[in-house]
Every structure is written in C-alpha cells, then in structure tokens.
C-alpha cells in the first residue's frame, strides 16, 4: 500500500537555527497537510496546501514557518528560527479531494527537539 | 476553544470485552474521521465518515449527525488493539481537521 513518507525521523536543533522536515506524498494525492502534536497533547493543524499554494493555515502557522513543493515530489515545512516551544512531533499528511471525503493518510512523523 | 470531545480519556479492557469510545461536537462538520495512534507515535486512518456506519473487521464506527455524535466500537478486544483512538472533525467551512484529545485504551490479556 502507497505510503506518506517523512524524513528525518528525528530532528535535535538547536533553539535559533533553521529547519526543513520533509515529506513524499503519496503520488496521486493532491492536498497535503502538516499538523504538529506536542507531547502530551493533542494534534493541531499548521497548514493545507493545494494547487502549489496554501489553502488554509492556523493561527500557529505564523511568518516563521513557510512550505513549498519545490520539485514536485517533496513537500516541505520550514521552521525559521526555532524556538523550544517548537519541540514537538510533525505529521505530515495527504489526501484526495476533501469533497470526496478522502481519508488522510498520515506519515511516521518527524520528532523535533529544539535544545 | 474545543470543537471536538471524546470520552473516556482512559480505558482499560480485559482482552475480549467490547469497548465503545465516544467521540461528541460542536459544530456542523463534512465528516469525521476516526484515527489509531500506535504507542510509537504514527498515525493510521480507521475510518472516515459523513454518515450511517461503517465496518472494518472488529471495528465498527457510527455517527449522528443530528445528535454531533460518533461511536467507535472495538468487538473481542485484543491487546494489539492497545492505542489511542483520536476522534477529528472536518467543519463544514474549510477542509482541515480538528483533532480531540484521544482515547487511550489499554487491553490486558
């Protein structure tokens, strides 16, 4: 079964400096997600993105982070100038059309420990 | 604010039992989605759904839409089925999702 795939696995950063977390979409998906879960807490939506450009994003999902799909094939997340209160696990997402209630299909996660 | 409630946080089951976990809202939603997180963090969909009820296996999922209510069903419980449950909602106004807290199920053999 196709498979979202995230890299790396584990991220050790420190607090100030930039990160990119990566994601390969499952190939005939077309929206993809990033959503964060703190430890101990639940999962909260960063952003969705759709047709190259982002489609929503929330409140977390400030100027210091941004996303592309720079080649077609990878989708990434980049946090400028972590702090620690962005340590927390990644997940990446992809899906089919929302309208057709598609499932998402989520990757491994990225753990981000920002020292 | 918090769109999305499940219940109970925690559960534990003698391995067979039947286990319901809850999941209620607040808003109008497109859908629901039923998710399994494995103690190593990843995340898989059971089930996504805008009404009735479904059926994978030994899950079984509902929702009333009219109620803002979903029930997840687990028959003959096993320990592999040992997880947390996360309930998440679609709203009818955009296409995100937002995740309630989990259901963290523990079944003993």
């Known amino acids: 079964e196709p498979e979202v795939t995230q890299t790396p696995s584990h991220q050790v950063t420190q607090m100030g400096q930039e990160v990119i977390l990566r994601c390969v979409p499952i190939?005939?998906?077309?929206?993809f997600y990033w959503y964060r879960q703190i430890l101990g807490q639940k999962v909260e939506f960063l952003v969705s993105f759709y047709n190259n450009e982002i489609s929503e994003k929330s409140e977390i999902f400030d100027d210091q982070f941004s996303v592309e799909r720079p080649d077609g094939s990878n989708f990434t997340l980049k946090i400028r100038s972590t702090k620690l209160e962005d340590s927390a696990m990644y997940f990446c997402a992809t899906g089919g059309s929302p309208r057709r209630n598609s499932p998402l299909h989520f990757g491994n996660g990225t753990r981000l420990t920002v020292t | 604010k918090n769109e999305v409630e499940q219940s109970p946080q925690n559960l534990t089951a003698q391995e067979g039992e039947f286990i319901t976990i809850n999941c209620s809202y607040s808003?109008?939603?497109?859908?629901l989605h039923w998710l399994q997180q494995h103690p190593g963090g990843g995340i898989v969909s059971l089930f996504m759904l805008s009404s009735g009820k479904k059926k994978h296996g030994r899950l079984i999922a509902t929702i009333n839409i009219q109620e803002k209510h979903s029930s997840l069903h687990i028959t003959a419980s096993h320990p592999r089925d040992s997880a947390v449950y996360i309930c998440?909602?679609?709203?009818?106004?955009?296409?995100?999702?937002?995740f309630g807290t989990g259901t963290s199920l523990t079944v003993i053999p």
């Open positions: 190939s005939n998906h077309l929206y």
């Open positions: 808003v109008g939603i497109s859908a």
């Open positions: 998440a909602v679609r709203l009818n106004t955009g296409n995100q999702f937002y």
